[in-house]
């Protein structure tokens, strides 16, 4: 036990100080992203999609949606538990492929009829402790240190990125491990070579594939530096074997989910047609590559500072560093292997996103907090001689933990959303009044409102102020109060104005009169009174 914890003991604080810090931003996350509220409906709806799906058909115009409905598409219902078919065929009418959805609906059957944020929160934060886990063992494979594999896994685990990723109920947590994964497999090949790592490294990239398809890119990279180191050092046995295998994971995922091809070469917002039209229009790259300097910037600004800290020690050492070179003391090719590739992987994510979110660079951020534990790797090369230098190197890390513990405190990540309670008051506060939503068969900003909609007992959909049905929804709830729900985002959905739709649904009705209530994005939430 005491030989454990003298190995592992780092490893292991930075567990506890991470799980502790998850919890508390998990505790705090109080609704979600449009996306995750599409992570659990494709995961768990049964052969349906989308909202529109649910009662059947492709449409919910001049249709009642009962909250019945909105669970359903939701949660996993009694007997419908491990349906990967499902899945399978919901994802083929999304954009991505299925993977991280086959987990959730694994994770949601074992809780059936349950609507929790913990449902994902839990599946990520397992998924997260991995990734760390890899994290630290991939800077060892590096040759780093005990000391310096935690820094790093404190570093990532704590960041806005990390936290942020582990935070949002989606499969960029899972791509990130896969993306640690392929590095660490990648290392261990360089730095001894097995037979088993060839076929690992191709099921990792199926694996990685069939999670997001933004996996591609540093794989490919990676590939590509390790195909030139290969070739340096004619290893031309291993060269091939790692080509096959590599081949073979992006040929799985062609058998194994077809439907990725159409999604490829779709023309849709999230698709190869729009990541083409990106790539084309030069003049948005300043722009774009702006947005995503920033965001990284932010999102990993402890190893960022760390690491200015650490460079120009590096530069004082560098004597004793060239003669611990011309000794061999340490090589640094496999470091760059791993390293180099996040840069064409972060410019062409950066252009190629659909939309400007740093989630699409996700998963670089472990790799970006290993060119630190590089720079520390150094400094532990000169350092080795000095004496005291493991009570130096303890302290340094129990300083490099105190300090990404200060930033996250100081730097919350997102997806909590602490607006979402007031949204919830308001709604819960007219939860028995008769709830209209103005929409154009959109499901996107239905969708996003999903958490506040459940608490009424059914909702009414048209795009229609004048609609037959919906005056016949309104005579039979013959309330003094009615919420509506308009859809305004024209680049999303329908764009209606509330300007005009307002002063036509007045016209239409008893009701005299609008208030604001609160605005969502894509939706904006009046109450109607007579």
Request: some cysteine.
């Amino acid at each position: 036990m005491k030989k454990a914890l003298e190995r592992y003991g780092a490893l292991l604080l930075v567990l506890i100080l991470v799980t502790g810090v998850c919890l508390l931003f998990s505790v705090r996350k109080s609704g979600m992203f449009i996306d995750e509220i599409y992570t659990y409906g494709l995961s768990n709806s049964h052969y349906a999609p989308y909202l529109t799906n649910v009662q059947g058909g492709d449409s919910f115009v001049d249709a009642v949606l009962t909250r019945q409905d909105l669970l359903d598409y939701l949660v996993v219902n009694d007997g419908e538990g491990f349906d990967f078919g499902s899945v399978v065929y919901n994802q083929a009418a999304d954009v991505h492929p299925p993977l991280y959805y086959w987990l959730f609906n694994a994770a949601s059957s074992l809780t059936p009829n349950v609507f929790s944020k913990w449902t994902g929160l839990v599946l990520d934060y397992l998924i997260y402790a991995v990734c760390l886990v890899l994290l630290y063992r991939l800077v060892r494979a590096l040759g780093g240190s005990r000391l310096n594999a935690a820094a790093a896994a404190g570093l990532y685990g704590l960041s806005v990125m990390g936290l942020s990723t582990m935070l949002m109920i989606r499969m960029y947590v899972l791509m990130t491990a896969f993306t640690v994964l392929l590095a660490l497999l990648v290392a261990r090949l360089m730095r001894q070579p097995r037979f088993l790592w060839y076929p690992l490294i191709g099921l990792t990239i199926f694996l990685g594939l069939m999670t997001q398809y933004y996996f591609v890119f540093y794989a490919f990279f990676l590939c590509a530096a390790y195909v030139f180191y290969a070739l340096f050092r004619r290893e031309y046995k291993s060269l091939g074997l790692f080509a096959l295998f590599a081949f073979l994971g992006v040929g799985c995922l062609l058998l194994a989910f077809p439907a990725c091809l159409d999604q490829l070469f779709a023309d849709k917002l999230v698709s190869g047609g729009n990541a083409m039209d990106n790539l084309r229009d030069f003049a948005q790259y300043p722009t774009r590559l702006r947005y995503y300097f920033a965001d990284m910037r932010h999102g990993v600004k402890a190893a960022i500072i760390v690491g200015l800290v650490c460079l120009p020690a590096v530069l004082l050492c560098w004597g004793r560093l060239r003669a611990a070179a011309r000794a061999g003391k340490y090589r640094i090719a496999g470091w760059l292997v791993i390293l180099l590739p996040t840069i064409p992987t972060f410019v062409l994510a950066a252009i190629l996103s659909p939309v400007l979110d740093q989630r699409y660079v996700y998963n670089l951020a472990p790799i970006l907090v290993t060119a630190v534990s590089f720079l520390l790797y150094l400094l532990e090369e000169s350092m080795d001689d000095f004496p005291r230098a493991r009570v130096g190197k303890t302290a340094a890390l129990l300083a490099i933990l105190a300090f990404a513990l200060h930033i996250a405190h100081y730097s919350p990540p997102q997806y909590l959303y602490p607006e979402y309670p007031e949204y919830d008051a308001l709604v819960a506060a007219h939860a028995e009044d008769p709830c209209v939503y103005m929409t154009d068969n959109y499901f996107p900003p239905v969708t996003q409102d999903v958490l506040q909609l459940l608490y009424f007992d059914d909702i009414f959909l048209t795009g229609d102020p004048d609609s037959a049905a919906l005056d016949r929804y309104l005579e039979a709830a013959d309330a003094d109060e009615c919420v509506v729900y308009i859809d305004v985002s024209v680049f999303w959905s329908s764009g209606f104005d509330p300007n005009e739709m307002l002063p036509a649904l007045l016209a239409s009705t008893d009701y005299t009169d609008w208030a604001p209530l609160y605005a969502n994005g894509l939706s904006k939430t009046y109450l109607l009174t007579k």
